[in-house]
Structure formats: C-alpha cells, structure tokens
C-alpha cells in the first residue's frame, strides 16, 4: 500500500526565515496530497493541496511542489511567524480511490521570535 | 457552517472496558473517516463510512468497529480497551471521496 515519509521531524528557524518541509510517497497512483497544519491541542486544518496535474501551487506565504518523477513533494513557507508554531502532516490519496488519506508522521515547526 | 462535532472531547476508560465516540460531519456530507493518532506519531487510517455502509478500513483489530446512521453522523466502538489505544480518535468528513477532508477537534481517549 501507500507509503508516506516526511523529513524533518523537528525544524526551528527564526522568524522571518524560510521553512521547507519534504514528503515522498511510494505509489504513482496518488493523485492529491494536501498538508495539514496542527496547533497544539485543536484539530488538523488544510492549509494548502495540489493534485498530480500541477507541479506548483502558492497561497501567500505558503507554497506547495511536486514532483511526479520522483514522487516528492514539498511544502514551502516564506517569511515565517510565530503563529507558522505548530505541527505540519503531509499526506498523500489512497490509489484505490477510497478518499483515505495517507499521512506522514509530522513536522514539529518552532519560529523563534 | 457547523464544522464536524465530536463527542466527547476527553474520555477515560479502564483497560477492558469499551468505548464509545461519536461524530457528525458537516451539513451535506455523506462520508465520514475515522483516524487515530497516537502520542508523537501521525494519524493512521481506522474507518471509512460512507451512505451508511462500511466501505474501507485499515490495519486494526476487530475490536475497533462503528457505524454511520441515517443523518451520516457515526460511531466508532473500541471493545476490550488496551493500554495502547491511548490516542486522539479524530473524524474527518467529506463531501465525496475527492474533495477536501474537514476534521473535528477529536476525542481524546485514555486508558487506564
């Protein structure tokens, strides 16, 4: 089945750097991979997805690659704040089409003020 | 909107026992997905209902079951509680299986 890996699992930059977060996934099939954002305590929310037809996708700060190739993808985010805090999961489609989600095992951002 | 509601927020139960969560999704979605995520690890797939069926479920036991009833609110059960099903149950909700996943705020599970 599907697989997904996500490095690092701990990230600190200062404020006002750039944060990138990594995903690989093992089967081509996957068609959509959103990242979730995670606050401490409240639940996982969709900040950012791209579908297997896009190779780039921004949203202001944040910014999402992909590369079908070699089967990564990537989560950008530029000019961090403290409030960027929190935990970040990438996850890939099942290719079988149920809907499912396959997640990676989380990326701890700290942005030091 | 109503986002998707979980009850109840915390639950703490004695090993052996069973448990009981509920969730409703948001209005006009008819699938539902149940997650576990453990201390320190991500959410592992458990459940995925659907018009009222069972469609899909991951790599757990027998003892973790549910349903999805009529208004596509659901349950899970988790009978003969272990140790090791200390976790955060979250539910997430879909409008059909491609669209966006919206999740609850979870049911934090403690087995003592």
């Known amino acids: 089945g599907e697989n997904v890996e996500q490095h690092p699992s701990t990230l600190s930059v200062q404020e006002g750097d750039s944060a990138v977060i990594k995903c690989t996934y093992s089967d081509s099939a996957s068609n959509y991979f959103p990242w979730y954002k995670q606050e401490l305590g409240k639940r996982p929310q969709l900040i950012i997805d791209?579908?297997?037809?896009?190779g780039e996708k921004k949203d202001q700060r944040i910014a999402v690659t992909l590369n079908k190739t070699a089967k990564h993808f990537s989560l950008h985010i530029t000019e961090t704040q403290p409030e960027d805090s929190a935990v970040y999961f990438c996850a890939a489609s099942d290719p079988g089409n149920t809907g499912k989600l396959i997640f990676g095992q989380g990326t701890t951002l700290q942005v030091k003020p | 909107e109503a986002g998707v509601t979980q009850s109840p927020t915390h639950l703490i139960k004695t090993r052996g026992q069973q448990a009981t969560l509920r969730c409703s999704p948001i209005?006009?979605?008819?699938?539902v997905y149940w997650y576990q995520q453990a201390l320190g690890l991500g959410l592992q797939f458990l459940l995925w209902y659907d018009e009222g069926e069972e469609r899909n479920r991951g790599n757990f036991p027998p003892r973790f079951s549910g349903r999805q009833f009529p208004n596509y609110s659901s349950e899970l059960n988790v009978n003969a509680l272990e140790l090791e099903d200390s976790a955060l149950y979250l539910c997430?909700?879909?409008?059909?299986?491609?669209?966006?996943?919206?999740f609850g705020q979870g049911t934090r599970l403690t087995v003592v």
């Open positions: 997430a909700s879909k409008w059909d299986r491609r669209t966006e996943a919206f």
């Open positions: 791209i579908r297997s037809n896009v």
């Open positions: 209005s006009g979605h008819t699938s």
